[in-house]
């Protein structure tokens, strides 16, 4: 019940193109679902979050989609560039910061 | 400039060695955590500290130790009795244990050889 499942495990996108990421999990509780960036080396960065009162969150060409009857989020990167290249992750928490669960990961490759 | 430094980057460690990972954070964030991660897993949460002098185990906690003695700072010590050491280790601090406020050091890659 404390998983969160992430999906494809690698995506490759032509520049230009829309990516997409998939999450999916089960406990009911959560009620705060993150995405993180992170390049190789480093580590990962706050990209975008939403709570499940919405259904679709929008900061510049990322925009998370919420679908709480599915208990099912996805990340969406419009106009996809190269230096979106790196590995993402989907996260879910419900009872503070200690208990944030991590999806497994995407390794994104944008093709130029 | 506020943030999380870890130090070394890079550690190489014998086996039986205990070593210890640094993390100093200057955002006056009260909440410290430890993660691992692994090539094509998510983080995994080792420790946390919410406030000094206090910490608690996360969910792989077996063959690790922390200490809080200041704010700032919150080491991991890597013990020989972590069976499978060879990772990359992240630190990160939050204010209180709000989750939106989280924010992740660059990391130190540990090996063991």
């Known amino acids: 019940q404390q998983q969160v499942k992430q999906s494809p495990q690698s995506l490759i996108v032509q520049k230009g193109g829309i990516s997409i990421i998939n999450c999916a999990y089960e406990?009911?509780?959560?009620?705060?679902f993150p995405w993180y960036q992170q390049f190789p080396g480093k580590g990962p960065a706050l990209l975008i979050a939403i709570r499940p009162d919405v259904s679709e969150k929008k900061e510049g060409r990322f925009t998370i989609s919420f679908n709480k009857s599915a208990k099912q989020f996805s990340l969406h990167i419009m106009d996809s560039q190269p230096g979106d290249s790196a590995t993402y992750f989907c996260a879910a928490s419900g009872q503070g910061a200690q208990k944030l669960v991590f999806g497994q990961g995407t390794r994104l490759t944008i093709n130029p | 400039d506020g943030g999380i430094t870890q130090s070394p980057k890079y550690l190489f460690r014998k086996e039986g060695q205990n070593v210890t990972l640094s993390c100093e954070q200057n955002l006056n964030h009260d909440a410290m955590y430890w993660y691992r991660q692994d090539p094509g897993q998510g983080l995994r949460l080792i420790y946390y500290s919410q406030i000094v002098n206090d910490f608690q185990k996360g969910d792989i906690a077996e063959g690790y130790s922390v200490s809080r003695e200041k704010k700032e700072s919150f080491p991991l010590t890597v013990t020989s009795a972590q069976k499978n050491p060879t990772a990359f280790y992240l630190c990160a601090s939050s204010i209180d244990l709000f989750v939106g406020s989280k924010f992740f050091g660059p990391g130190t890659r540990l090996t063991v050889l």
């Open positions: 406990n009911t509780a959560f009620d705060y």
